[in-house]
């Protein structure tokens, strides 16, 4: 962790936050920064095979900010936490440059299997409140991932999810259909549309009933 890295964080928040108005308050108040300057020391150590102390280090920033990095996590430049609170990124988290994510968001795994295990952002992600992105999972190039929703697949570059189990419904700039269940399945909708077929099949039998009356 150097002073460069630091400015640079401070930078991001300025340009990301309008709230933002003065380093003071930028070190002294947002839990996103000071999570992150915890954890680049963290994680330093981490490499340098020291035990116990990079989790004791993670602890304490949990305990001040509401926001568990796991040293191991893979973090890159411009990274902006806003609010935060709830946020857990777990230990073979990846993210890239220039990513956002907000308060209650979950970069998680999904069982006890070991190596990599959680999810990788790559550039200019931006993850909505309270998302749960898991398992060994990418997230390309500025993908959107809206509010709430709960992430289980890969998920292509300049694409939009939302949902749960979520779903693209925009990629590239064009609108997807929601009944495209092939790219990320939803048993919800699925069954729902089962649903709607077998009533239209139930009214056609019943109108041929009445006309053969």
């Known amino acids: 962790m150097g002073l460069r890295d630091l400015k640079e964080d401070i930078k991001t928040i300025y340009e990301k936050d309008p709230a933002a108005t003065n380093i003071f308050e930028i070190i002294c108040c947002y839990p996103g920064f000071q999570a992150l300057a915890f954890h680049r020391l963290a994680h330093k150590l981490y490499n340098w095979k020291i035990s116990v102390l990079p989790r004791m280090i993670s602890n304490f920033s949990r305990f001040i900010t509401g926001i568990e990095i796991h040293p191991g996590a893979q973090i890159g430049k411009r990274f902006f936490i806003d609010h ?31 190596g990599k295990r959680h999810p990788t952002l790559k550039d200019n992600v931006v993850v909505g409140a309270g998302a749960k992105v898991l398992g060994n999972i990418t997230l390309g190039n500025n993908v959107r991932i809206g509010a709430g929703s709960v992430v289980i697949s890969d998920v292509p570059d300049d694409s939009t999810v939302v949902g749960v189990p979520g779903r693209i419904v925009v990629q590239k700039g064009e609108k997807r259909s929601q009944l495209n269940h092939n790219f990320i399945p939803d048993p919800v909708s699925c069954a729902l549309n089962r649903m709607k077929y077998e ?3 139930l009214k056609e039998q019943v109108k041929e009933l009445s006309d053969k009356k």
């Open 84 to 114: 935060g609170m709830g946020v857990v990124i777990g230990e073979t988290t990846i993210i890239s440059d220039d990513c956002l994510i907000y308060q209650g968001v979950t970069l998680g795994g999904t069982g006890k299997e070991h």
């Open 199 to 201: 009533i239209e099949e």
